[in-house]
């Protein structure tokens, strides 16, 4: 009986340790860092979330359906605004920090992105509702009152106050769009300071061309992201904007959304959260897990897959069509028969694919090395898949296989167009351009020749040929009308296009 207590204890023991090393949730994707104190709040799932500043399990704060975003914690720390989409534009919110039934701030129906608080616990916030042109403008609210002070700052995305409230460091100009890396033209996020009651704002990074944004102030320095030295990295200068330094280093990836509070930074690094401590000059990635049911990340079933249809082409002889849906490439008959599902690695997103000449295989472009690369793969699904290029740089576009197979010309985001040897798997690039990217790829019946439109310096299109065997080029039109759309006769013998004559 001792013995049968003494196994019973044990067993017991060991289920408790295998409990307690059970993982309380897995890693989501994390963005908008609000940090007070030593809680850090962010957005997952659409939600907004609370953790310690040291990781760990999240809270979840928020479920409703509508998009959460931009969250900022008030002074005393006992606040929450942020922005939400409860009742269908983006507008401001309020709610406890440890939770509670939000309370809405503004009804202006052109949106409220929450940018932070002042010094005496008021809310500051974008909107382009009191701007008479398409600009950002900066509204203090006053959450007890219910009032709302515009400040006299016709662009203004964001920013914050010094401690004592009478100077605000502002971004100028809003998030222009697009996430170009190193972008410097002329909608460039730029730093500005502006002392209350004065006339004029005084401009703080007019020395560089590039993106400076989301400063925060933190003992007489102005704390701020810059892609100075190629990524978006913090940086600092003094209230003037000089004394320049850089505190994180990272390459490639941007850091973004920073928060700033006693001395510690919170951001966001692709998909991580990070925390940088000014005095001790550490940087360190937050562990944070979602104690979640993921329930985006379910399979589910849907009824309607053309509704998601990316790509679509039809096999030499017409008897069949090659569709990618939603990542994955199906190739279906015109007729009766079996739909084959070609690729069925999960994980891996197919963004085009079309059939070889000979119809028995399939190009494909996929990203399972990491890179949009092309494969080749069997049209009926059945044997593994052939990787034909390697060493992407960017982005590529949807390749053309030649009739007999022998060559592969596809586009890419550096506006330079390419051509493979299949059968060597070699490239070539056969044609660079400052204007616009290549498109209206058009083999000829033999193979011979590849037409193709190429962008002009005024604006307008033209039609050009390239001899694959030797690399001959041939200009069929000028660039005096806009051309566009080749497309061969099927002898070969004609090559038709669209004109504005």
Partial sequence: MKRALAVLTVLTCCLGLALAAEPAGRTGYYRFPAIHGDTVVFVSEGDLWTVDVRGGAARRLTSHTGVESSPAISPD???????????????????????????RRTFSGLGGTVVGWTPDGKILYGTQKYATLPNTQLVVLDPAANAETVLPLAQAADGSFEPSGKTLYFTRLPFQGSYTKRYKGGTAQNLWSYALGADEAAPLTSDYTGTSKNPMVWKDRVYFLSDRDGSMNIWSMDLRGGALRQHTFHKGFDASSPSLDAGRVAYQLVADLRVYDIAADRDEALAVTLPSDFDQMRERWVNRPLDYLTSGHVSPNGDRAVFVSRGHVFVAPVGDGRWVRVTRREGVRARAARFMGDGKSLMVLTDETGEWEFHRYPADGLGPAERLTDGAKVLRFDGLPSPDGKWLAFADKDYQLWLLDVAKKSLARIAVSEVEMFSGLAWSPDSRWLAYVEGAPNGFSRIVLHEAATGRRAELTNDRVDSYGPAWSPDGKWLYFLSDR
């Fill in 77 to 103: 720390g006992r606040t929450l605004a942020f922005s939400a989409q409860y009742e269908g534009p983006t507008e401001v919110y309020t709610m406890p920090l440890t939770g509670g039934l939000p309370a």
